[in-house]
């Protein structure tokens, strides 16, 4: 066992920091005010290697591993959670399963210019009626000599907005069940595709959320994404990847809210003294580096696993529920601390807890986490 | 065309200088970083590299630690790193190191089509001596104070700041420029140019490597060589409460530029 990063990851960790205070940091509270989407930092990310961090360099990857990966989207989340969740639902969510199931064609048409940032990536599995319940699919995909035709919607779709391909489940046979979902790969100018309504949330506020829609839509047989009527495996495969990358956001929005209270405690003045001087901000800083620190070893471990070939369903899951709930705490501890500036929008730390929040439920809810737990401990 | 790089590497002095009880500065305590002049000296390289396609070497003297600010330089984009490395070379004031660093700028290999880049000056030393002794070693033009770079043909034309204007200049390779922070904004390392950085070529130059040159003997380098030596270092005494003239008449206002004036603030 070693606890050490390689040389390469140190140095990564050195490029987001950089990355993260001076292109980040100062965009975070406008791109959650105005809702917008940061645009221009995708183009940057892209550019630096990115948004395709650990996919090799053949199909345009930076060649890094996935603990590099879940270090980028830690160190963004410690100053702008939405900026973190772009990168991970473009990369666990879209580049890796074309990358996973992809046919050699697919792959060396869609993941290098995913990798570049020129095309950002979505995932569609969620329905109004398919939720945790994600077998519960009502949009159809039915084979018309060279192409799919798809109909149905999504909803909740991260990234929707601006994404330019997307991973979307359909069902090919409906009397099976979870055995007739298929994935396709669906760019957005597909005839019959359109993005519909924003949804306007507590957290995450820059991340574009949306409906998609598909009527009639004409899909090429060859974006068949893996064998038909094997989609589920492929969803459930792919979230247990995008967990790492959830989980990892949600510990940079505890770690950044940890920074933000030791920064302030430290200069204000209540009683003549510091109030870091009170034990009790000592003790909760403490518990909550602590928290912190424990997820951090569980997101790590899990990457680790992802990356050497190992199972990692049951580690992703601990990780993204430990880390999730974590971080709730974490933040709302941190608004406490700031006391009532820290209830204002002035300080950073009451988004850092609205965008917690989204943690605990998004690719997964903590009770969808708990259930992979304990049928992994065979508990029934 | 080929671009050579000198870089230093620097205690941070952005945070804050310890000082160790026998007054002199606490170096090993400190972060390093890479001098920020230096910066943009190698972003004036890879710039270069990105419209001819020409190659980037770092170089750099310092003790072995150096490598990691070596390979974040390669990771940013330069293609070769040497690190002059040797106990001979400690304790060297400006003539011996840019004795070394010449020895080693010449053992890169100085042709028709050399540019070396250097920062204007080093946030630690701060004397901004180094490039130019390095061009008169080697024999070159030198530019110093460069704010902008335009290559033409085989001469480059570029924008030397003075205190209030500037001075264009057309200089033919091989030269030396020393660079400003105006000359340009550093590029980030990349991902890929960070899993690359291991693989690239790295030398290390020591003192057998250098010896046959003539500007390297024991009598011209390291603190034997060095024609000035560092007597005492100690820290500037702290600055007392400030002091608060009252008043809004004339002769305050007096008071307060004689007050200036002999301290040499005007």
């Avoid at chain 2, 500065?25 to 396609?53: F, H, Q, V």
């Avoid at chain 2, 946030?123 to 460069?146: F, R």
Wanted: one cysteine or more; a negative charge; aromatic letters at 8%.
């Amino acid at each position: 066992m070693d606890f050490h990063l390689t040389k390469e990851q140190e140095m990564l960790r050195k490029l987001y920091r950089e990355f993260a205070q001076n292109e980040v940091k100062p965009l975070a509270e406008e791109v959650d005010e105005e809702e917008r989407f940061p645009v221009e930092t995708v183009k940057k990310l892209g550019k630096l290697g990115m948004m395709g961090i650990y996919f090799p360099k053949e199909y345009g990857g930076a060649g890094a591993d996935v603990l590099s990966y879940a270090m980028c989207v830690e160190e963004m989340a410690k100053v702008c959670g939405t900026t973190a969740v772009i990168i991970s639902s473009h990369t666990s969510l879209c580049c890796a399963p074309i990358f996973e199931n992809g046919t050699e064609e697919q792959k060396k048409k869609y993941l290098p210019k995913l990798c570049s940032g020129e095309w950002i990536g979505a995932f569609g599995l969620t329905e109004p009626n398919a939720g945790t319940d994600a077998s519960g699919q009502q949009t159809t995909a039915v084979l018309d000599g060279d192409h799919y035709v798809l109909n149905g919607s999504k909803i909740f779709i991260t990234n929707a907005g601006f994404a330019d391909v997307f991973i979307i489940f359909a069902m090919t046979d409906k009397k099976a069940g979870n055995h007739g979902i298929s994935a396709f790969i669906v760019e957005r100018n597909f005839p019959g595709f359109s993005v519909g309504k924003h949804e306007k949330k507590m957290g995450i506020r820059g991340s574009s959320t949306c409906e998609l829609i598909m009527e009639d839509c004409i899909v090429p047989k060859e974006n068949l994404l893996g064998q038909l009527n094997k989609g589920f495996k492929i969803a459930m495969k792919t979230l247990d990847g995008g967990r790492i990358g959830i989980a990892a956001q949600a510990l940079g929005l505890g770690e950044g809210a940890i920074d933000e209270a030791i920064a302030y405690t430290q200069e204000r003045v209540q009683f003549g003294r510091r109030i870091s001087q009170f034990q009790n901000t000592q003790f909760q800083l403490a518990d909550m580096h602590t928290r912190m620190q424990a997820a951090q070893y569980l997101v790590y471990a899990a990457a680790s696993k992802k990356q050497s070939g190992e199972p990692y369903s049951m580690d992703a899951a601990m990780a993204k529920l430990f880390a999730a709930e974590a971080a709730s705490d974490v933040t709302r501890r941190a608004v406490q601390l700031f006391g009532g500036y820290g209830y204002t929008r002035e300080y950073p730390v009451e988004r850092m807890m609205r965008d917690a929040k989204i943690t605990e439920i998004y690719e997964g809810t903590s009770e969808v986490q708990r259930m992979v737990i304990s049928s992994h401990l065979g508990v029934k | 065309m080929k671009a050579i790089v000198c870089v230093k590497q620097v205690p941070d002095t952005s945070g804050k200088v310890a000082v160790k009880a026998d007054g002199t500065m606490d170096r090993a305590s400190m972060a390093t970083i890479t001098n920020p002049d230096d910066m943009n000296a190698i972003e004036a390289a890879l710039r270069l590299k990105d419209a001819t396609g020409c190659e980037v070497t770092v170089v750099s003297m310092g003790p072995p630690p150096a490598e990691g600010m070596l390979r974040e330089l390669l990771a940013m984009g330069a293609d070769k790193a040497v690190l002059v490395s040797g106990r001979e070379f400690g304790g060297s004031d400006t003539y011996a190191t840019s004795q070394i660093l010449a020895a080693a700028v010449k053992k890169i290999g100085v042709d028709d089509e050399t540019v070396i880049f250097c920062g204007r000056q080093a946030i630690d030393g701060d004397t901004a001596q180094v490039g130019p002794q390095i061009a008169e070693k080697l024999h070159l033009p030198q530019v110093t104070y460069v704010s902008e770079i335009e290559a033409t043909g085989k001469s480059l034309t570029v924008k030397r700041a003075l205190e209030d204007g500037y001075m264009s200049i057309q200089v033919q390779m091989p030269c030396l420029l020393t660079c400003i922070k105006e000359l340009n904004e550093p590029r980030y390392m990349s991902v890929g140019g960070i899993m690359d950085a291991y693989a690239k070529p790295y030398e290390v130059y020591d003192f057998n490597t250098l010896k046959d040159d003539p500007l390297i003997d024991l009598d011209t380098i390291g603190l034997k060589g060095s024609p000035t030596n560092v007597y005492k270092s100690f820290s500037p005494p702290v600055k007392g409460a400030g002091l608060m003239l009252e008043g809004s008449d004339k002769g305050t206002c007096d008071k307060l530029a004689a007050l200036l004036d002999e301290k040499h603030l005007i």
